[in-house]
């Protein structure tokens, strides 16, 4: 098993939509994200918003693989999926100003 994790940081005056955010995708679009996890090739997804001193926040994303998937087999089925979720998800979530893509960890280890 491969696992990864890295963080984006979240703007103060945006830390409550992207909470919001993360409730609508926990209340109406978990089967989405399941299927989308399948494809790509993920069993767990754990996020967290850590509170930063300012108000901001940073998200935090660890992901565990399937066998035989790594960080970049990820970033290129992640950017290569299209579904009804991701046509909900993905406008929302990158409106956040994150990365379109995932590079490669310092440390990433195998289980």
Do not use: C
């Not at 995708?25 to 997804?45: K, M, Q, T």
């Amino acid at each position: 098993m491969t696992s990864t994790a890295w963080t984006f940081s979240i703007p103060e005056n945006r830390v409550r939509e992207f909470e919001d955010l993360l409730a609508d995708l926990n209340r109406d679009h978990i089967p989405g994200l399941a299927a989308r996890a399948r494809e790509i090739g993920y069993h767990r997804e754990r996020i967290w918003l850590q509170p930063n001193d300012d108000g901001s926040a940073e998200l935090i994303v660890y992901l565990e693989f399937d066998e035989g998937v790594g960080v970049a087999d990820f970033s290129e089925r992640l950017l290569a999926y299209e579904s009804e979720f991701t046509r909900w998800w993905t406008p929302r979530f990158g409106s956040f100003g994150l990365p379109r893509s995932v590079g490669e960890p310092l440390l990433s280890w195998d289980a």
